[in-house]
């Protein structure tokens, strides 16, 4: 799931290294940023951006009221950053499958390399590691189809080993041969073949039968049929590459992904700008500047998307057409920290409190700073703050696998009862924008603007009435029928003994971030919990922690509903990785609803080997329409994304999708006037 994700909010993957060797990997994801899910997943995202995820247990929010350890201070310019999670790995490929909040992505992301990537703030696609400017088509072999692409020669980890082929071919095994999942099979989209004795089912897909170092080189992957857009260009071209060297012995030794996963990241070679050194846990993270780094070289970025890249020697390259317009990034790399120190803030108020007191340079936060703060922060006059348009999304999701949220009318009519515009502009007070896609409408080109949520622009008692008569449509039955009560305008009587033939609901859960995380959520959870409770259903919201929610929807499938959020990137392939009934998240992909719909799939296969931009975006708008009429998700609202930061500290862009967060908060580009 490329940066979907991400991404992205809490659970959404995002991830950056040098460029040219500056990346996204995966959203996804979200984002996936997320990166799977929270502050918009895997938050998640998600992812993904990946993971904003609660447990049902009786858990309390965490976040408030911790008492965060100031590091100790080292001699240079440090970077000081502020989030209100902790990390969960310093594992760069336990990141990726199983810990993919997007905090993890924050510390980690840089670490990688990748053959191509996206580069910011337009999302361009350009060569990294790879030689040619576009990524190359390929060809027929047999029944295979295979890309041969060849690698710059004077790459260098921060250890000054060489980056080859022999790392690209290395990961791609790693992850195939310990059956790595989460955002690793996102960009590493791998071949399946039919099952003879499930003759009703056809489990073939097209994916990659290998990734191997024809020379140092020199990589050839071989795909079991000419892949599409999101398998190549926007897939296997971009998965995070990382050392043989240092990952290779650990892998031998551990035989399993539960015991390599294990495994600390502590010393890992970098591709980006810093290299991880240290955290405490519950208190602070340290990444150190990395040696063997492109220091010097320029990159700027058209309006257009036109990207012209000059490296340290002089030598300029141009990808994504002919440089048109005004120069909406110009970038000379760094790094010009010796440090990136990440404080755990424990809360919004904390973090807050941390800016304004001169702490920390940066608030880095899926979520964007919460209205409510803007006045605090606007009152300190070395501090300041910007707005972008967000790239993720916050909604509800509903275990389909369970009884009663497998039935469709059963959510259509809490669909129905959710007042979207009401809650937007009356309740969060204008602080949220209702939202009724998955891909929003900043991501224009892959928006479908004809899709409206149910029962838009209903008033209450209209949404009431037709929430019972989907109900009732759907052979839904009460001992007491819920009725709109005019003079009291309310349900009087709410419902009791909804049953569907026969068969009785039993107590719910709404799973959701408390208000020290996350208020706008916590708060939709409230009137989610009331709604449901006016047509009979027994449904209680449960604050939970991020990290418990993340824990529960992506293990054990024992949950009702949860409320989190995606961080998503631009290529809009995370519709597929949130909904094909392939990627269930039982079995380690995003589908945390445990959506299966035979026509979803169809699309979803179709869009998977687009080879055209035009008949990629006709198919997403399809299979939007399909997840609007059967609601695995709500979408409920998106955020402008307000980022505050010291005015001594300069950017090499401060206005796109996603704002600064998107990108890491630019660790390896931002500069100190102090």
């Not at 072999?141 to 022999?166: H, K, Q």
């Not at 039968?209 to 140092?216: F, G, I």
Request: with cysteine.
């Amino acid at each position: 799931m490329r940066k979907i994700d991400e991404i992205l909010e809490d659970m959404t993957v995002r991830s950056s290294s040098k460029f040219p060797w500056r990346f996204v990997a995966l959203l996804a994801v979200l984002a996936m940023i997320a990166a799977a899910c929270g502050g918009t997943t895997a938050e998640t995202t998600a992812a993904p951006d990946v993971t904003d995820t609660t447990s049902g247990t009786d858990t309390p929010d965490t976040t408030e009221g911790t008492e965060t350890t100031t590091p100790p201070s080292v001699d240079g310019f440090e970077y000081k950053i502020a989030v209100i999670e902790d990390f969960t790995t310093d594992n760069f490929w336990t990141y990726l499958d199983t810990d993919n909040s997007v905090y993890n992505g924050y510390l980690l992301g840089g670490q990688a390399a990748a053959v191509y990537t996206q580069v910011a703030p337009n999302f361009t696609l350009a060569p990294s590691l790879a030689v040619d400017a576009v990524p190359p088509v390929g060809a027929a072999d047999g029944d295979n189809w295979v890309i041969s692409v060849p690698l710059r020669e004077n790459l260098t980890w921060s250890d000054g080993e060489a980056i080859d082929a022999n790392d690209v071919a290395f990961t791609f095994n790693t992850v195939k041969d310990l059956g790595l999942g989460g955002n690793w099979l996102g960009s590493i989209p791998l071949a399946s073949e039919d099952d003879p004795e499930t003759a009703d089912v056809d489990e073939s897909a097209v994916g990659l039968l290998s990734v191997e170092a024809a020379d140092d080189y020199t990589v050839v992957y071989t795909f079991n049929g000419p892949p599409g857009l999101p398998l190549w260009q926007y897939g296997a071209a971009q998965f995070s590459v990382l050392p043989e060297h240092f990952w290779g012995p650990i892998a031998a030794s551990a035989g399993d992904a539960e015991t390599f996963e294990a495994a600390s990241g502590e010393g890992a070679p970098s591709a980006g700008g810093f290299t991880y050194t240290t955290r405490e846990e519950g208190a602070f993270a340290r990444l150190s500047a990395a040696p063997y780094y492109d220091t010097g070289a320029r990159t700027v970025v058209y309006e257009n998307g036109a990207v012209e890249y000059t490296s340290p020697d002089g030598a300029t390259e141009t990808y994504g057409g002919t440089p048109e317009g005004e120069v909406v990034s110009d970038d000379v790399a760094g790094p010009y920290a010796s440090e990136v120190v990440f404080t755990v803030t424990g809360g919004q108020d904390q973090a807050v409190l941390a800016l304004t007191e001169g702490e920390v340079d940066f608030w880095l936060t899926p979520l964007g700073v919460q209205r409510g703060f803007l006045d605090r922060i606007l009152a300190e006059s070395d501090l300041e703050v910007i707005t972008n348009p967000n790239s993720g999304f916050r909604y509800l999701s509903f275990n389909t696998r369970k009884f009663p949220m497998s039935d469709t009318g059963f959510r259509q009519a809490m669909a129905c009862m959710i007042d979207k515009e009401f809650m937007a502009n009356n309740v969060l007070q204008g602080v949220a924008i209702s939202l009724d896609t998955t891909v929003p409408p900043a991501n224009a080109y892959w928006h479908n603007p004809d899709i409206e949520a149910i029962c838009a622009g209903l008033s209450q008692e209209e949404r009431v009435a037709q929430a019972i008569q989907i109900l009732k449509d759907a052979g839904w039955t009460w001992d007491v029928e819920p009725e709109w009560n005019a003079d009291n305008l309310d349900v009087i009587p709410k419902g009791e003994g909804l049953k569907l033939n026969g068969e009785s609901i039993g107590d719910l859960t709404v799973l959701a971030p408390g208000p020290g995380y996350d208020p706008l959520r916590a708060t939709y959870s409230l009137f989610i919990e009331d709604w449901a409770q006016d047509l009979g259903i027994p449904l209680s919201a449960e604050p939970t922690g991020f990290n418990v929610i993340v824990e529960k929807v992506f293990g054990p499938v024992d949950w009702d509903m949860y409320i989190l959020g995606w961080g998503t990137g631009v290529f809009p392939d995370y519709v597929v990785d949130f909904f094909e009934s392939s990627q269930d998240s039982a079995e380690g992909g995003f589908n945390t609803p445990g959506f299966n719909n035979a026509e979803f799939d169809a699309l979803a296969a179709e869009f998977k080997s687009a080879t055209d931009l035009a008949d990629a975006q006709q198919l997403v708008f399809q299979m939007e329409e399909i997840i609007a009429e059967e609601v695995p998700y709500v979408v409920l609202f998106t955020t402008p994304v307000l980022e505050a930061f010291r005015n001594n500290l300069s950017f090499p862009f401060t206005t796109g999708l996603g704002g600064i967060q998107q990108w890491n908060g630019s660790q390896v580009s931002v500069q100190s006037s102090q």
